[in-house]
């Protein structure tokens, strides 16, 4: 497995990471516990380093499987949390929360969870428009001075918030949505992070599975996948945006591999420090996407990508309106 560093931070990871959120909520059943730390292990063992969770995602399960599945193995992983999203005792997620008590234990709770002794990225799941960035970052500084927390990330931030944070608490990594069908970062976020020297981690760079091939108009979602919510994976949005498949596999058979590795070679050609963390829970799909890192696009195949894709108009926003500003994914 090729290794990159993670901006300036000094953190080096496996090229791509997992993210680890579908295996207890969002696509259908959650997997059981047995089975996923079977997942998790035979991961580290193909050389998968780099692992996101969050207290959010189950909410709670997620951090408790990744314990029990690297408490053997702490030392050979990375391991990515979050904090910032309001969980109520039913387990409900209703909006953001990032006053420095509830920083702290979340923190704490996490750590407990995961059965270590530090977070090794502690990220702010979504901005909190109610504190001040500088109270954020603030708390995550006292964390990493006590030994907790090993480096700060913020996730879907924008560039007043990045440069405000980055003030306070060096920020170690940028997490936003980044893909083939949603490039906004390269606008608003990347041209910052190259700035400071903030590694960036694209997540569903494969377009919650969309960029796998997969999906057509056709496609029924379990009752449970939360893909049944977004305008984007509506019938006629998907039927739609088949264009972008169509001239994405027309590449990927050229190059005699698949759509997901061309995706994910695409956004490992951008830039060094750019680390996808594409979610499965299929052992046929982690050795695809490992197997994504050995594809190498010249600058011709980049530019044969974006003439392709540009005349491609995505139909359907990436998230229902009521969740744009603060749901996880």
């Not at 709770?109 to 109270?135: F, G």
């Not at 960036?200 to 108009?217: A, C, H, M, Q, Y």
């Amino acid at each position: 497995m090729q290794k990159r560093m993670l901006g300036r931070s000094g953190l080096e990871v496996s090229a791509i990471g997992l993210g680890c959120m579908g295996i207890s909520q969002s696509y259908g059943r959650p997997m059981a516990d047995a089975d996923a730390i079977r997942f998790l292990r035979a991961a580290v063992e193909r050389g998968i380093t780099f692992f996101d969770t969050a207290e959010a995602y189950g909410p709670f399960t997620n951090e408790t499987v990744l314990g029990e599945a690297f408490a053997p193995i702490r030392d050979q992983v990375v391991i990515a949390t979050k904090f910032g999203i309001r969980i109520d005792a039913a387990g409900a997620k209703s909006g953001t929360d990032s006053r420095p008590q509830h920083i702290r234990d979340v923190a704490e709770a996490s750590l407990k969870r995961l059965q270590t002794d530090r977070i090794d990225i502690l990220y702010q799941h979504r901005i909190d428009p109610d504190v001040p960035m500088e109270d954020v970052a603030g708390t995550v500084k006292e964390l990493i001075a006590e030994g907790k927390v090993k480096h700060f990330g913020l996730s879907e931030a924008g560039p007043e918030a990045i440069r405000r944070a980055h003030a306070v608490q060096p920020v170690a990594v940028l997490q936003s949505e980044y893909s083939l069908w949603w490039r906004e970062p390269e606008e608003t976020v990347l041209p910052v992070v190259e700035e400071l020297g903030i590694g960036f981690v694209p997540f569903s760079p494969l377009g919650r599975g969309f960029l796998t091939g997969t999906i057509d108009k056709s496609t029924v979602f379990d009752k449970d996948d939360f893909r049944n919510t977004i305008p984007r994976f509506a019938p006629q949005a998907r039927a739609a945006n088949q264009a972008i498949i169509d001239a994405v596999a027309s590449i990927a058979a050229d190059k005699a591999v698949t759509v997901p590795q061309i995706a994910l070679a695409w956004l490992l050609a951008q830039r060094p420090w750019i680390v996808p963390i594409p979610g499965t829970t299929k052992l046929h799909r982690l050795d695809e996407n490992i197997a994504a890192t050995e594809v190498v696009l010249t600058p011709d195949d980049l530019e044969r990508i974006d003439a392709a894709l540009s005349g491609i108009a995505v139909q359907g926003e990436r998230y229902a309106a009521r969740q744009a500003s603060w749901v996880n994914r």
